[in-house]
């Protein structure tokens, strides 16, 4: 695998249900994010990890709950969703959080919740 | 706060035209601005990134322009190719890689 992968890629849910995104990234970076995308509204990003330390999260709801147990994983665990959170949620990675670094981005995961 | 607007949202042109889409941001202290390419359904791919001490980035047929002053960045697409068809995107690093994105120019180059 190369570069930042995303499982799964697909994900329908129902709002009483407990599930998790997995992402993993292979270029040895050590910062990771988390991104909703929903249609017709720009990117917005929900938490910033570096070091596997969480330093930004950017008011989003308790229901969402990010997880990074290593420089090189980072999980987002979903409970008592709404239909309002179905949305692309992307992974994105950093060499770190100096501001020349380049994001790379995950393939997304396409979550409905019913 | 930091607003992005792409102009236009879409844009449909026929194989073999130069195109330009245009990117502009409220606040003029930025880091970098980066250009993504995404298809239907797809994360996103880096296409150019120009740091804000410089003024324009090339890539093959891509070339990215950045006025920082004015809050202003253009993409230039040479030669469009029907594969050039996707959503294209632009965010600005506003530090501590906190991008701000845009909504999008979703393009469509026919044959």
């Known amino acids: 695998e190369t570069g930042v992968t995303q499982t799964p890629r697909h994900l329908v849910m129902g709002m009483t249900n407990k599930k998790s995104l997995k992402c993993e990234q292979h270029l040895g970076h050590n910062a990771m994010y988390w991104y909703k995308q929903s249609a017709k509204k720009p990117l917005e990003l929900m938490f910033v990890y570096s070091l596997e330390e969480r330093v930004e999260n950017n008011s989003v709801p308790s229901r969402f709950s990010p997880e990074c147990p290593n420089s090189s994983h980072l999980f987002l665990h979903l409970h008592t969703l709404q239909p309002e959170d179905s949305a692309l949620y992307l992974c994105a990675s950093s060499q770190d959080r100096a501001s020349i670094s380049e994001q790379f981005f995950g393939p997304g995961t396409r979550l409905t919740v019913l | 706060k930091q607003e992005v607007t792409q102009i236009p949202a879409a844009l449909s042109v026929p194989e073999g035209e130069n195109l330009v889409l245009n990117c502009s941001f409220t606040?003029?202290?930025?880091?970098?601005l980066q250009w993504f390419r995404q298809d239907p359904g797809k994360g996103l791919t880096s296409l150019l990134l120009?740091?804000?001490?410089?003024r324009e980035q090339t890539s093959g047929r891509l070339n990215a322009s950045l006025d920082k002053s004015s809050g202003r960045s253009t993409l230039y697409i040479a030669a469009s190719q029907p594969g050039d068809s996707a959503t294209y995107l632009c965010a600005v690093n506003t530090g501590f890689q906190k991008l701000v994105f845009g909504t999008g120019t979703r393009l469509l180059v026919s044959p």
């Open positions: 120009i740091q804000s001490s410089q």
């Open positions: 606040d003029s202290a930025i880091y970098n």
